[in-house]
T-cell receptor
């Protein structure tokens, strides 16, 4: 299996621009998670989906952040407008009941907002 | 609530030294426990897991035993290598919480030759 795929791997953008991060989970996984990692706050759960439905978005920082999962093989995390404090590494992870619930992480997207 | 507390880092060891990274948890019921490792510039990778009390997870020379009486899941390795330099995360998961993971803050390990 190819594992969790994220794109782009690196993104540099200017403050105020829209940013879209993409994730393809492992085939057959029914849970998908978005995390943000920074030196200051460590690893934070932003939102997670079960069977394409958002279950808990309490970690989304503010209305500038939105996430969608239109089908079982694709999810997006959008930031509009972006701000310098959004600079972080964003990880997507997926899991399944059959897999024992352990989460498989993608390589991450390193976002820099200038 | 559910939470994980792990040993503050950074930890620096010489090659072949013994490693212990402490992890304790708070959770109701019977969580599953995990150790993940993150190498520089990469995502987190599952290192080992244990799903019930007294289970021992092991992988690549690392071990951790699920101790319900002390609510602990300490990571150990008898002889570390330079290639073990990474950040290690302890985590718990409860099915009742929709498979949500609760991660510790991570412990950075550097092994010097």
């Amino acid at each position: 299996d190819a594992g969790v795929i994220q794109s782009p791997r690196h993104e540099v953008t200017e403050m105020g621009q829209e940013v879209t991060l993409r994730c393809k989970p492992i085939s057959g996984h029914d849970y998908l998670f978005w995390y943000r990692q920074t030196m200051m706050r460590g690893l934070e759960l932003l939102i997670y989906f079960n069977n394409n439905v958002p279950i808990d978005d309490s970690g989304m920082p503010e209305d500038r952040f939105s996430a969608k999962m239109p089908n079982a093989s694709f999810s997006t995390l959008k930031i509009q407008p972006s701000e310098p404090r959004d600079s972080a590494v964003y990880f997507c992870a997926s899991s399944s009941l059959a897999g024992g619930y352990e989460q498989y992480f993608g390589p991450g997207t390193r976002l820099t907002v200038t | 609530g559910n939470s994980v507390t792990q040993m503050e880092g950074p930890v620096t060891l010489s090659e072949e030294a013994f490693l212990t990274i402490n992890c304790t948890y708070t959770a109701t019921g019977y969580p599953s426990l995990f150790w993940y490792v993150q190498y520089p510039g990469e995502g987190l990778q599952l290192l080992l897991k244990a799903t019930k009390a007294d289970d021992k997870g092991s992988n690549k020379g690392f071990e951790a035993t699920y101790r319900k009486e002390t609510t602990s899941f300490h990571l150990e390795k008898g002889s570390v290598q330079v290639s073990d330099s990474a950040v290690y995360f302890c985590a718990l998961s409860r099915r009742e919480n929709g498979n949500q993971f609760y991660f510790g803050t991570g412990t950075s390990l550097t092994v010097i030759p």
